[in-house]
Protein backbone atom coordinates (compact mmCIF):
# COMPACT_ATOMS: atom_id res chain seq x y z
CA UNK A 1 0.00 0.00 0.00
CA UNK A 2 2.65 2.09 0.93
CA UNK A 3 4.13 1.15 -2.67
CA UNK A 4 0.79 2.65 -4.24
CA UNK A 5 0.74 5.69 -1.83
CA UNK A 6 3.70 6.85 -3.63
CA UNK A 7 3.10 6.13 -6.68
CA UNK A 8 0.11 8.40 -6.65
CA UNK A 9 2.10 11.13 -5.53
CA UNK A 10 4.21 10.71 -8.36
CA UNK A 11 1.36 11.08 -10.69
CA UNK A 12 0.47 13.73 -9.00
CA UNK A 13 3.82 15.88 -8.83
CA UNK A 14 4.05 15.18 -12.87
CA UNK A 15 0.35 16.01 -13.72
CA UNK A 16 0.49 18.92 -11.79
CA UNK A 17 4.41 19.76 -13.59
CA UNK A 18 2.54 18.93 -17.07
CA UNK A 19 -0.59 21.05 -16.48
CA UNK A 20 1.66 24.22 -15.41
CA UNK A 21 4.03 23.64 -18.57
CA UNK A 22 1.03 23.80 -20.48
CA UNK A 23 1.01 27.57 -20.72
CA UNK A 24 -0.88 30.44 -19.32
CA UNK A 25 -4.29 30.74 -18.47
CA UNK A 26 -6.49 34.04 -19.89
CA UNK A 27 -6.58 35.43 -16.49
CA UNK A 28 -3.07 35.44 -16.61
CA UNK A 29 -2.43 36.81 -20.23
CA UNK A 30 -5.08 39.93 -19.45
CA UNK A 31 -3.25 40.59 -15.99
CA UNK A 32 -0.08 41.14 -17.85
CA UNK A 33 -0.94 42.65 -20.68
CA UNK A 34 -2.51 45.21 -18.32
CA UNK A 35 0.53 45.56 -16.32
CA UNK A 36 2.29 45.72 -19.38
CA UNK A 37 0.33 48.83 -21.04
CA UNK A 38 0.00 50.90 -17.87
CA UNK A 39 3.99 50.83 -17.82
CA UNK A 40 4.06 51.28 -21.85
CA UNK A 41 1.81 53.94 -20.89
CA UNK A 42 3.88 55.69 -18.23
CA UNK A 43 6.95 55.86 -20.25
CA UNK A 44 5.01 57.48 -23.16
CA UNK A 45 3.91 60.29 -20.76
CA UNK A 46 7.35 61.21 -19.16
CA UNK A 47 9.03 61.13 -22.34
CA UNK A 48 6.26 63.60 -23.54
CA UNK A 49 6.52 65.41 -20.45
CA UNK A 50 10.75 65.73 -20.35
CA UNK A 51 10.25 66.91 -23.91
CA UNK A 52 8.35 69.93 -23.38
CA UNK A 53 10.07 70.69 -20.39
CA UNK A 54 13.43 70.66 -22.57
CA UNK A 55 11.79 72.67 -25.24
CA UNK A 56 10.65 75.23 -22.26
CA UNK A 57 14.12 75.41 -21.11
CA UNK A 58 15.55 76.10 -24.46
CA UNK A 59 13.04 78.75 -25.17
CA UNK A 60 13.98 80.36 -21.61
CA UNK A 61 17.94 80.18 -22.42
CA UNK A 62 17.11 82.05 -26.00
CA UNK A 63 15.38 84.57 -24.03
CA UNK A 64 18.16 85.33 -21.82
CA UNK A 65 21.10 85.00 -24.48
CA UNK A 66 18.83 87.86 -26.57
CA UNK A 67 18.24 89.68 -23.31
CA UNK A 68 21.69 89.35 -22.43
CA UNK A 69 22.58 90.80 -26.07
CA UNK A 70 20.24 93.60 -26.08
CA UNK A 71 21.44 94.75 -22.33
CA UNK A 72 24.70 94.87 -23.52
CA UNK A 73 24.08 96.83 -26.77
CA UNK A 74 22.07 99.49 -24.59
CA UNK A 75 25.22 99.58 -22.04
CA UNK A 76 27.46 100.33 -24.92
CA UNK A 77 24.95 103.09 -26.19
CA UNK A 78 25.34 104.62 -22.40
CA UNK A 79 29.06 104.23 -22.27
CA UNK A 80 29.68 106.40 -25.43
CA UNK A 81 26.34 108.66 -24.12
CA UNK A 82 24.69 108.08 -27.49
CA UNK A 83 21.50 108.47 -25.91
CA UNK A 84 18.84 111.35 -25.98
CA UNK A 85 18.66 113.74 -22.77
CA UNK A 86 14.81 112.36 -21.77
CA UNK A 87 13.04 109.74 -22.65
CA UNK A 88 15.24 106.82 -22.90
CA UNK A 89 12.69 104.15 -23.38
CA UNK A 90 12.69 101.31 -26.45
CA UNK A 91 10.81 98.29 -27.23
CA UNK A 92 11.03 95.51 -29.83
CA UNK A 93 10.18 91.97 -31.21
CA UNK A 94 11.96 89.27 -31.34
CA UNK A 95 11.52 85.38 -32.55
CA UNK A 96 12.76 82.84 -29.91
CA UNK A 97 11.48 80.02 -31.80
CA UNK A 98 10.95 79.11 -35.55
CA UNK A 99 9.56 76.69 -37.80
CA UNK A 100 10.05 76.13 -41.34
CA UNK A 101 11.30 80.04 -41.51
CA UNK A 102 8.05 80.97 -39.56
CA UNK A 103 8.15 82.75 -36.07
CA UNK A 104 6.40 80.34 -33.49
CA UNK A 105 6.77 82.07 -30.45
CA UNK A 106 7.82 85.91 -30.22
CA UNK A 107 8.86 88.25 -27.17
CA UNK A 108 9.42 91.74 -26.31
CA UNK A 109 12.48 93.18 -25.40
CA UNK A 110 11.98 96.32 -23.37
CA UNK A 111 14.60 98.88 -22.13
CA UNK A 112 14.61 102.11 -19.74
CA UNK A 113 17.18 104.50 -19.10
CA UNK A 114 17.16 106.88 -16.42
CA UNK A 115 19.34 108.96 -14.50
CA UNK A 116 20.54 107.46 -11.18
CA UNK A 117 20.05 109.31 -7.97
CA UNK A 118 21.96 107.32 -5.49
CA UNK A 119 25.09 108.01 -3.29
CA UNK A 120 28.29 108.42 -5.21
CA UNK A 121 30.47 105.63 -5.84
CA UNK A 122 33.59 105.59 -3.41
CA UNK A 123 37.05 106.55 -5.62
CA UNK A 124 35.07 106.52 -8.75
CA UNK A 125 32.66 110.24 -8.90
CA UNK A 126 32.60 111.24 -5.12
CA UNK A 127 34.51 114.53 -5.71
CA UNK A 128 33.36 117.38 -8.14
CA UNK A 129 36.87 116.57 -10.61
CA UNK A 130 35.32 113.13 -11.33
CA UNK A 131 34.57 112.74 -15.64
CA UNK A 132 31.59 110.05 -15.00
CA UNK A 133 28.10 110.18 -14.71
CA UNK A 134 25.87 107.32 -14.02
CA UNK A 135 23.08 105.85 -15.45
CA UNK A 136 19.78 103.29 -14.80
CA UNK A 137 19.07 100.68 -16.81
CA UNK A 138 16.24 97.99 -16.83
CA UNK A 139 15.95 95.50 -19.45
CA UNK A 140 13.12 93.02 -19.63
CA UNK A 141 12.06 90.46 -22.07
CA UNK A 142 8.59 89.09 -22.15
CA UNK A 143 7.00 86.25 -23.49
CA UNK A 144 4.21 83.66 -23.10
CA UNK A 145 4.90 79.99 -22.61
CA UNK A 146 3.20 76.87 -24.17
CA UNK A 147 -0.23 77.20 -21.94
CA UNK A 148 0.01 81.10 -22.27
CA UNK A 149 1.62 81.67 -18.92
CA UNK A 150 3.73 85.09 -19.19
CA UNK A 151 7.75 84.49 -18.64
CA UNK A 152 9.70 87.48 -18.08
CA UNK A 153 13.43 88.14 -17.52
CA UNK A 154 14.28 91.40 -16.05
CA UNK A 155 18.12 92.95 -15.68
CA UNK A 156 19.17 96.02 -13.88
CA UNK A 157 22.28 97.76 -14.39
CA UNK A 158 23.86 100.81 -13.49
CA UNK A 159 25.82 101.73 -16.25
CA UNK A 160 28.91 104.80 -16.10
CA UNK A 161 28.44 107.77 -18.94
CA UNK A 162 32.45 108.97 -19.89
CA UNK A 163 32.59 112.42 -20.75
CA UNK A 164 34.81 113.84 -23.47
Known amino acids: MLWKLQMNQKSLRKEYINNFAKGFTLMELLIGSLIASVGCLAIIYSANYYTQRL ?16 TDSWKARIAVND ?22 QQATLTAIVEDVTTAPIEGINDNEDSRVDRKALSTSIKWQSRYG ?16
Open 149 to 164: ADQIIEFYVEQLVMKP
Open 55 to 70: QSIKTKERAHEELKGY
Open 83 to 104: IAESGNTDSRQVCLTSKNNTCT
